[in-house]
């Protein structure tokens, strides 16, 4: 079934219309302007996606605008979020990555290498033994989740992806959509966040997370790719 496929080659030349970035973050329900304290990505324009796992780009896909942005504070158990530029056009899956700025620098300076990120947040497909599969993320406009209350104080990198799957049959064939914001968070806990890994370096082009025909035949289970949620 490759109808949603051709759907995607037919946008190629105005791949704008279908494709989205996550320029805002959400603290405590409020939006913040777009670009603020989310690092302009070089796709902010044209929305294009990262398709190589191995690229800088997969990291915050800023090595053209190389951009910086203003750290927002945040406390600790807060609710956080990001809100994108247009609803999600792909059927995907979403996962939310941090990254604990170290001592000598700061979130703004901080480049995020290293085995340093660890995931906070996902959100995967619904899938009943292979009989269906639906993706929550579809129109997404924007989502929300609740900090750990273990996370230790200090400035952070937050990271959004989703990757878009429709075309995941073919290696290289998904797109990540992501992008890097920047907080502070105060009244921190005493958690110790894991497991921790390097972004590019996590993914595998064959992850069958990744490298998936999400029609056919129907996946029984999926598993979000990357390490599992560390919930504090
Ligand atoms: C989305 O981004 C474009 C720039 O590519 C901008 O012109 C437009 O205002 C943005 N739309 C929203 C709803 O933020
Ligand atoms: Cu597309």
Redesign the pocket.
């Known amino acids: 079934m490759k109808l949603t496929a051709s759907t995607c080659a037919l946008l190629v030349a105005t791949q ?1 219309l279908g494709h989205y ?1 996550f ?2 973050l959400i603290i405590n329900g409020v939006t913040l302007p ?1 670009w603020q304290s989310v690092r302009r990505t070089n796709n ?4 294009n996606p990262v398709t190589d796992v191995n690229n800088i780009n997969l990291r915050c896909y800023t090595s053209q605008t190389n951009a910086k942005a203003s750290t927002a504070l945040v406390n600790a158990g807060s609710k956080i979020g990001f ?1 994108l ?2 609803s999600i056009y792909h059927k995907g899956v979403m996962n939310v990555y941090m990254a604990k700025v170290p001592q000598g620098t700061t979130a703004a300076d901080w480049d995020g290498a290293g085995n340093v990120w660890f995931k906070v947040h996902e959100i995967g497909p619904i899938t009943n033994g292979g009989s269906s599969i639906s993706f929550p993320t579809d129109d997404m406009l924007r989502f929300e989740f609740d900090l750990p209350r273990a996370l230790p104080s200090g400035q952070y990198l937050i990271r959004a992806e989703h990757i878009a799957l429709q075309e995941a049959a073919q290696v290289n064939g998904a797109q990540f959509y992501l992008g890097c914001g920047q907080i502070e968070i105060a009244g921190g806990g005493n958690g110790n966040p894991g497991p921790l890994v390097a972004i590019p370096g996590v993914y595998d082009a064959r992850d069958t997370s990744i490298h998936i025909d999400i029609y056919w035949p129907v996946p029984a289970t999926y598993r979000n790719p990357g390490p599992a949620v560390w919930r504090g």
């Open positions: 704008a970035t320029p805002s777009a902010w324009e044209d929305r809100a530029n247009q």
